[in-house]
């Protein structure tokens, strides 16, 4: 028989009202069979996540958020319920599910960096640059951008996306 578990803990800390950490931490662990000893070597996994947002900076007319997140996932990992959403894996060109004998076994590390700049109420622009590695075998880069012009009678918006993967695998 087979087992899985899996144990999280999280915290956030806001030191003002403009800033916010946040830090969560998942244990895994996936027995594929609980009557042996043998190789349990790759049984336990480790999840890692981290935040930081600065929001509602104000100069003048401008007002600023951004935020930074970064994500770590061993090799050995293993999620009881998907947790990213299905953009991510299509952006990605990622598997929907868990690793499986044809998917690298590999350490992830995701991060993003986003800012949302608004001028005098009307004028929206939003930056964000992401990286997704899977050990030396895959490496993705990701710049995104969106503006927005909102009027009494007028609605304008727009977006660029720029992905890169390089797959060796």
């Known amino acids: 028989p087979k087992r899985m578990q899996m144990l999280t ?19 895994t662990n996936f027995n594929q069979n609980t009557y ?3 190789d349990k070597r790759n049984d336990d996994g480790l999840g890692l996540f981290f935040s930081a947002r600065q929001k509602d900076i104000q ?7 951004s935020s930074f ?20 894996n299509r952006t990605w060109n990622r598997q929907l599910n868990n690793n499986t004998s044809i998917n690298l076994l590999a350490n992830e590390l995701v991060s993003t960096f986003n800012t949302n700049l608004l ?17 030396s075998v895959y490496k993705g880069y990701r710049g995104f951008g969106a503006y927005k ?12 996306e ?4 390089a797959d060796r695998t």
């Open 9 to 27: 803990a999280n915290t956030r800390f806001t030191p003002n009202e403009h800033l916010e950490f946040t830090a969560e931490g998942a244990y």
């Open 36 to 38: 042996s000893t043998l």
């Open 59 to 65: 100069f003048k007319h401008l007002k600023i958020n």
């Open 69 to 88: 997140k970064m994500e770590y996932i061993s090799r050995n990992f293993k999620y009881v319920e998907r947790y990213r959403s299905v953009e991510f």
């Open 119 to 135: 001028f005098k109420e009307k004028h929206n622009l939003l930056l964000e640059a992401s990286n997704y590695n899977k050990g």
């Open 149 to 160: 012009y909102v009027d009494e009678k007028l609605y304008l918006s727009t977006h660029a």
């Open 162 to 165: 720029r992905v890169f993967i």
